[in-house]
């Protein structure tokens, strides 16, 4: 076996690996779903499957390293069940192509190659407790049915077969543990990413949206719109003597009572409606699609359901009753930071007139 070559071959896994990182990572991030990012890592697989397939290294004696092992056996772990099909396809796709029905040896090995990724990913959580232990038991599998194909395609000899199947072998593993390996660590850092952009969004105690998210959702959520559909209301809500809460019955009575108001709030929403905790006391409500008549409905929905709700302290069970200002109008006459402050001039209003009521605000 000519060490130059077993070089090239692993140089050429590497730098293969490194572009197949770049666009997975680029994948990741522009895919909303989990679906188009299976879909588009699919593509990807695939993609680098036929590359690696035109572009083989030679070794003589009828065998060539092309790199489509690593691929085929990472397709199920990185890009689920879709993807993998469409790697597998694409790899099938390609071989029949160019040979045709003399491909028959290798295209088992294609379909063998990413069953072997399969099984080894859907073991995984149950009998690999050690990520390393997961890639380093595929790429002491995988590349065996690659290797078998081209032996019994009948185009080397047993001898030359035993001459070159572990360097070919070693090269496959060592190609499926590089790339295993990164992909593992850019999901990770991607999945980091995402779940502090999260919680840098959300309220720690209540979970609901904080005053920032609040903002970029109701943005999203009406940008575009026009017409009729652009109509929408805004609810500020105040706790009514919230700081008495606090004083009489402790702060962890305070911030069960600020959890409780939350949940009561999300019940009586739509899935639609953008619901934040804007500071203190102090939330709001986005009810898209609203008119000042079915808001206002909606408002009293939510003010009789906290007047319903109990918080315990202790042997004694506190309830709770809000105020509430609302405000109506289309996003095109009308901004959300304007509504925004009308419907809390509307509150203020309604704590005014005795609490535990919704006072409504002419939009300006």
């Known amino acids: 076996m000519d060490v130059a070559l077993l070089s090239v071959g692993l140089f050429r896994s590497i730098a293969y690996s490194s572009l197949v990182i770049l666009a997975y990572s680029v994948a990741i991030r522009v895919s ?21 397939l035109t572009d083989p290294v030679h070794f003589g004696g009828g065998i060539s390293y092309d790199g489509r092992v690593a691929v085929l056996a990472l397709a199920y772990t990185f890009a689920g069940a879709v993807g993998s099909t469409i790697t597998l396809l694409v790899a099938c796709g390609c ?13 088992v090995a294609i379909l063998a190659t990413t069953l072997i990724g399969y099984v080894i990913a859907v073991m995984a959580e149950r009998r690999f407790s050690w990520r390393f232990s997961r890639s380093f038991t595929l790429a002491l599998i ?3 049915p690659m290797m078998f194909s081209v032996w019994q395609g009948g185009s080397v ?6 001459e070159i199947a572990l360097p070919f072998v070693a090269i496959n593993a060592i190609g499926i543990m590089l790339l295993y390996d990164l992909l593992s660590n850019e999901r990770k850092r991607w999945a980091l990413f995402q779940a502090l952009e999260r919680d840098a969004a959300v309220d720690p105690l209540t979970r609901l949206a904080n ?3 609040f ?14 559909r652009a109509d929408f209301a805004i609810l500020m809500i105040d ?8 004083d009489t019955h402790g702060h962890d009575t305070g911030d069960d009572v600020l959890v409780a108001i939350a949940h009561a709030i999300s019940t009586c929403v739509r899935k639609s409606d953008v619901v934040a905790r804007f500071g203190g006391e102090e939330f709001a409500v986005l009810l898209p699609g609203a008119t000042l008549e079915s808001g206002q409905a909606i408002a009293e929905q939510i003010r009789i359901s906290v007047e319903r709700t109990t918080v ?14 609302i405000v109506a109008g289309n996003y095109a006459q009308l901004s959300i930071k304007s509504a925004l402050k009308t419907a809390d001039e509307a509150l203020y209003e309604a704590k005014r007139n005795g609490r535990n009521r919704v006072e409504f605000a002419a939009a300006a």
């Open 239 to 246: 706790i009514d003597h919230f700081k008495l809460v606090n």
């Open 32 to 52: 909303r779903s989990e679906f188009r990012c299976n879909l588009l890592v699919g593509c990807l697989f695939g993609v680098v499957s036929v590359a690696t």
């Open 215 to 228: 903002y970029a959702q109701a943005s999203s959520v009406l940008e575009g719109a026009v017409g009729a």
């Open 142 to 144: 995988a590349p065996w």
């Open 157 to 162: 000899s047993l001898t030359v077969f035993l």
């Open 95 to 107: 071989r029949l192509l160019s040979d045709g029905q003399s491909a028959n040896a290798e295209i």
């Open 312 to 325: 315990l302290a202790g042997p004694k069970a506190v309830t709770i009753t809000i105020s509430l200002g």
């Open 211 to 213: 005053r920032r998210a």
